[in-house]
């Protein structure tokens, strides 16, 4: 008899803010091929060479800043999810948790599950958006190691959930009470990419940057575009909360200088907006299902500085989904369908 399971993965987090471990989980971060993706030796060279010279002791100071006195956000959230999902789900199907970099690893956990007997699982990465260097690198690292490890273990695999009607309405759940507070204006922060990566997943070459309007244009090639599917988000969220179109916008954060990132840099929005009267400012972050070091030290913490500086008077990030009873009840309802019937 079949013994089924659920595996949630999220990004994971450093051991602790050491600087050596820091360095450890930067590592295997940045040297991950979908993440720096360009040919190996040139990917050691700028880690070796450059990145993990400095880039570690100010990486951990910044997690200093948000560290708390259990460890990390990420990991702690991403811990109570576990536990919120297990009870849901009832003792029959066990949910275990693992992080693509740093602990627990991806190997340990699917090393466990064989461990203990499962032969089905459901994984669900927690990324509600594709990209190379998050939900697909995800995916391909738990078929690899359950295929070294435990190659009678049959995987499943929920897709992009970007614009899934359970999850607005979880988004929306959680966002509304924030909403109806006063604010002049509300900016959907998404993580950035470079836009090679929008092209190199474009398997017809011929839409993604080139196609005027590319992300609202209706094209298969959404299926793999990271852009489009944030678009999408932000604009199905906005039909459910009845958001004014004037009032709300799309930006992204977090990119490394060397080559074109997706725009408008949500920096460079937060200047723009308090020097245009936009004094009052929401902003949320609907690529992370779980607050974390970009969600609360770069956007509560240096994006608040910044827009206050320039004007601001008012700045308030929506809480990310974290374990709030919407979410479990998301995942619940995902999980349960597969459970039932099969279906992801």
């Known amino acids: 008899m079949s013994k089924r399971a659920i595996l949630l993965v999220n990004l994971g987090s450093p051991d602790s803010t050491s600087v050596p471990d820091v360095r450890r ?3 295997e971060f940045l040297g991950d091929e979908r993440v720096i993706d360009v040919p190996a030796p040139l990917r050691w060279l700028l880690l070796e060479g450059i990145i993990l010279r400095t880039r570690p002791k100010r990486s951990a100071h910044a997690y200093e800043e948000i ?8 990991v702690l959230t991403s811990k109570s999810v576990r536990q919120k999902l297990a009870a849901h789900l009832g003792a029959k199907t066990p949910v275990y948790l693992a992080m693509r970099y740093g602990n627990p690893s991806i190997a340990s956990v699917v090393a466990q599950m064989a461990a203990d007997g499962v032969t089905e699982v459901l994984l669900f990465p927690q990324y509600p958006h594709y990209a190379m260097s998050s939900w697909e690198t995800v995916v391909v690292k738990v078929y690899a190691e359950a295929a070294k490890l435990a190659p009678s273990m049959r995987v499943a695999c929920v897709q992009p959930f970007y614009q899934d009607a359970d999850y607005i309405e979880a988004l929306y759940t959680v966002s509304a009470p924030h909403f109806a507070e006063p604010h002049d204006y509300l900016l959907f922060s998404f993580h950035g990419i470079p836009v090679r990566h929008l092209r190199k997943g474009d398997p017809s070459k011929a839409h993604c940057t080139l196609v005027k309007d590319c992300c609202d244009t209706c094209s298969p090639i959404h299926a793999t575009c990271y852009r489009a599917q944030c678009v999408a988000t932000m604009k199905a969220l906005a039909r459910r909360a009845g958001l004014a179109k ?18 408008p840099f949500t920096d460079h929005e937060l200047e723009r907006l308090a020097k245009e009267g936009k004094k009052r400012l929401l902003i949320m972050c609907p690529a992370f299902v779980a607050d974390c070091l970009e969600t609360i030290e770069e956007i509560s913490g240096e994006g608040k500085e910044m827009f206050m ?28 369908r597969w459970l039932t019937s099969g279906a992801v």
């Open 67 to 74: 560290w708390t006195k259990d460890g990390s956000p990420l």
């Open 246 to 263: 004037e009032r709300h916008s799309v930006a992204f954060q977090s990119r490394l200088a060397g080559e074109p990132w997706l725009t």
């Open 25 to 27: 989980y930067l590592r």
């Open 309 to 336: 500086e320039a004007g601001g008077e008012s700045f308030k990030q929506v809480p990310c989904l974290n374990d709030h009873d919407a979410y479990i009840g998301f995942l619940a309802g995902r999980c349960e």
